[in-house]
């Protein structure tokens, strides 16, 4: 795969950094797909820079975060680069693959489906571990060590699955109103079953409170997660209190914050800072 | 009017503040309007604060500031409110009105029209300046001796006009790659054309380059106008140079910066400060 499978798409100077949309043709998904980063002032002066992926929530694309998220100014003083894939294949034919907002099109899961149809295609986890990684390194040559990874909603589920999965890829995670445990909410179900088929044991190699429950907490490194206290989707979807209760999983309750980017842009600060100094002292000791 | 009139469409905590959209009935532009505003958490505790009107560009409505600029963390810091009204009236059935972005709906360019079918609703002059300052009032008790005006693209050109016609309703003032002499570029022409007639003489009222011609400009507080070198508007359309020479008027170019919000999020900080330290100013000598 050479950089000339990547099509620049737009460009846009922000904060003495640049904003860029690529396009590229993935042979994971079989599909041609999209993605939005931000590089920080110190990344085009030429340095080696940590880079942070986010993963978007339900309906969302590439686009949300780069545009709505308010990460740049922060992004921008730390000298991080920040990787946003789309949140699904797209244009596939699927049956189904457009009927709905939370499977199919724009759901993803960041999962490897099994079913018939969206196996041929749905791979997220695999696009965004292993072919992502690969044409961010065509972009800008990064610090390896220093890879953190973070996400909301669909996208929270995301990333600490993808986290704890690949912890020798990952060294630092935080979660915006994450789908803590999703073989036990109507998001998490029907998008499993549409993915992975009936067999529920299956679905518990994506899900985070089952992962956690077979991983040596005192081994972590901190995890944040924020929570909004007035999001619509708390107590039928989300789920934060079934995270386990440890020193390394700090869950923050936020008062009157709802599911939106609203939120999301009054604590990004907070993760991003938190990422910044675990990979600042992974740097450190390498 | 009573506060009946109005109807929150959406509400969402943010930065300790709260972002609100509202409908209402408009009298002056006789159909339906939306807008959004930003109370920081001084007002949410009863405070009354300063007031920025956020004009927005060709093809924008009252969500673009609110959704894409990352302002709401400086303006909660400062205690300022952000009033964005939408850029035009909306759903008339005029000749016209929906067939370009840079004439009709979305395309106000703050004025009165004088035309045959949009004399009877394109008035976003006195919308802006007269009706909604008073929904404003309602939602917010505010000092009104501590109001500013900015605004982008055509909403700059709108800023500066309603800053310069309006100097006892409007304290300071600033513009993002404003539309500096419409009756001398395509975007201004056409649109004074449709919305005023074939008399240029008549156009003058709403053309900065004009008005500021007509202003002794040491009685003026500084104006902070900033425009990107990247802009593709910039030859065309925006015309910066017209601008006087003058010690209060500080043209800031920007190098490599285009007309996208990522160019205003870079720097809106900037603008909040120069508003904020002359409504400052201004609130000790009222």
């Given at each position: 795969?050479?950089?000339?499978?990547l099509?620049t798409v737009e460009s846009h100077r922000a904060?003495?950094g640049e904003v860029r949309r690529y396009?590229?043709?993935?042979?994971?998904?079989?599909?041609?797909?999209?993605f939005a980063c931000f590089l920080?002032?110190?990344?085009?002066?030429?340095?080696?820079?940590?880079?942070?992926?986010?993963?978007?929530?339900?309906?969302?694309?590439?686009?949300?975060?780069i545009?709505?998220?308010?990460?740049?100014?922060?992004?921008?003083?730390?000298?991080?680069?920040?990787v946003?894939?789309?949140?699904?294949?797209?244009?596939?034919?699927?049956?189904?693959?457009?009927?709905?907002?939370?499977?199919?099109?724009?759901?993803?899961?960041?999962?490897?489906?099994?079913?018939?149809?969206?196996?041929?295609?749905?791979?997220?986890?695999?696009?965004?571990?292993?072919?992502?990684?690969?044409?961010?390194?065509?972009i800008q040559?990064?610090?390896?060590?220093?890879?953190?990874?973070?996400?909301?909603?669909?996208?929270?589920?995301?990333?600490?699955?993808?986290?704890?999965?690949?912890?020798?890829?990952?060294?630092?995670?935080?979660?915006?109103?994450?789908?803590?445990?999703?073989?036990?909410?109507?998001?998490?179900?029907?998008?499993?079953?549409?993915?992975?088929?009936?067999?529920?044991?299956?679905?518990?190699?994506?899900?985070?409170?089952?992962?956690?429950?077979?991983?040596?907490?005192?081994?972590?490194?901190?995890?944040?997660?924020?929570?909004?206290?007035?999001?619509?989707?708390?107590?039928?979807?989300?789920?934060?209190?079934?995270?386990?209760?440890?020193?390394?999983?700090?869950?923050?309750?936020?008062?009157?914050?709802?599911?939106?980017?609203?939120?999301?842009?009054?604590?990004?600060?907070?993760?991003?800072?938190?990422?910044?100094?675990?990979?600042?002292?992974?740097?450190?000791?390498?």
């Amino acid at each position: 795969m050479g950089a000339r499978s990547l099509t620049t798409v737009e460009s846009h100077r922000a904060f003495e950094g640049e904003v860029r949309r690529y396009r590229h043709r993935s042979d994971t998904l079989d599909c041609d797909m999209g993605f939005a980063c931000f590089l920080p002032p110190q990344a085009l002066a030429g340095q080696k820079v940590p880079v942070l992926y986010w993963l978007s929530g339900l309906t969302c694309d590439d686009t949300n975060f780069i545009t709505k998220a308010g990460a740049q100014r922060k992004l921008a003083e730390r000298g991080i680069m920040v990787v946003c894939p789309d949140t699904s294949p797209r244009g596939c034919n699927l049956p189904g693959e457009d009927d709905s907002y939370d499977f199919g099109s724009g759901a993803g899961f960041y999962l490897t489906a099994t079913t018939e149809h969206y196996r041929d295609h749905y791979k997220m986890d695999t696009y965004v571990t292993q072919e992502l990684p690969q044409l961010v390194a065509e972009i800008q040559p990064h610090n390896t060590n220093q890879v953190g990874i973070l996400g909301h909603s669909m996208g929270g589920l995301g990333a600490l699955n993808l986290f704890l999965k690949n912890r020798n890829q990952y060294h630092s995670v935080s979660a915006f109103a994450p789908i803590c445990n999703p073989t036990n909410c109507p998001w998490g179900r029907r998008a499993f079953e549409g993915y992975l088929g009936p067999d529920e044991a299956a679905w518990e190699a994506y899900d985070p409170v089952c992962l956690l429950r077979q991983t040596n907490l005192d081994d972590l490194p901190p995890i944040l997660v924020s929570q909004g206290t007035a999001d619509p989707f708390l107590e039928e979807h989300l789920h934060d209190w079934a995270l386990p209760k440890h020193a390394n999983i700090d869950v923050r309750r936020e008062p009157g914050y709802d599911h939106s980017y609203y939120f999301i842009s009054t604590f990004i600060d907070q993760h991003i800072d938190h990422h910044w100094r675990i990979l600042q002292a992974g740097a450190a000791n390498p």
